[in-house]
C-alpha cells in the first residue's frame, strides 16, 4: 500500500475565483463612478476624465447617485473581504492509515471562523451524489454518515461537469470501501 492509497486530500475552492475579482472590481469602479459624479455634481467641478457630471442637479440627481455609490462600494467591499477570507476554502482529508476523515472549511471572522469536522472511516454509510439540472444546476457530492448526517464535500457555487463528479463520487466511494448513492 503506498502513501497515496493510504492518504486522499482533496482541495475545496472558495470564494477566490475569477467570478469573485471580476465582479468586486467591476462594482468597485461603478460604485466609485457613481460617488464621484454626485460629488463633482455638488462641487459643480468634474472630477471624471470621461463625463461631466456638473451638469447634473444636486437634488435629486446627485444625491441619488452618492446613494447608489455608496450602496455599490459597499458591496464591493464586501466582495472583496470575501475572497481575502476565502470564505468556503478548505479540503476534504480521507486517511486509512489512521482511519480518520478531516473536511476543514475557512468561515467569516469569528470564534468560528475554521470549520473543522473529523470522523472515524467506519462511522460513513455512503458517498451520496445530488445532481439537479435545470436554471439552477446542482451538482455536489455528500458523505453520509451512519448517524443520518450528511457533509456536502464540493465548492458552493459553480457547479463542477457532471463527468467530474462522477468521477469524484466514485473515486471517493472506491477508496472509503462504501456505496455509492444517487447515480
Given at each position: ?7 486522499l486530500?482533496?482541495?475545496v ?60 462600494l459597499?458591496?464591493?467591499l464586501?466582495?472583496?473581504?470575501t475572497?481575502?477570507?476565502?470564505l ?11 482511519g ?14 475554521k ?32 448517524d ?36
Amino acid at each position: 500500500m503506498t502513501a497515496s492509497d493510504r492518504a486522499l486530500r482533496q482541495e475545496v475552492l472558495g470564494s477566490r475565483r475569477f467570478s469573485n475579482y471580476w465582479w468586486a472590481t467591476i462594482v468597485t469602479i461603478g460604485g466609485t463612478g457613481f460617488l464621484l459624479s454626485s460629488i463633482s455634481s455638488y462641487l459643480h467641478k468634474n472630477l471624471l476624465p470621461f463625463s461631466d457630471p456638473t451638469q447634473l442637479i444636486f437634488i435629486p440627481q446627485g444625491i441619488a447617485m452618492g446613494f447608489y455609490g455608496v450602496c455599490a462600494l459597499l458591496l464591493g467591499l464586501y466582495l472583496w473581504l470575501t475572497v481575502l477570507w476565502d470564505l468556503g476554502g478548505g479540503y476534504n482529508e480521507f486517511d486509512r492509515k489512521t482511519g480518520s476523515i478531516r473536511i476543514f472549511r475557512w468561515g467569516f471572522p469569528g470564534k468560528n471562523r475554521k470549520l473543522d469536522f473529523t470522523c472515524k472511516i467506519e462511522d460513513v454509510q455512503s458517498v451520496r451524489v445530488d445532481i439537479k439540472e435545470g436554471l439552477s444546476p446542482r451538482r455536489s457530492i455528500y458523505l453520509k454518515l451512519k448517524d443520518r448526517r450528511q457533509f456536502p464535500l464540493t465548492r458552493v457555487g459553480q457547479p463542477l461537469a457532471l463527468s467530474e463528479v462522477e468521477n469524484r463520487a466514485a473515486e471517493l466511494a472506491r477508496y472509503l470501501q462504501v456505496p455509492l448513492e444517487g447515480l
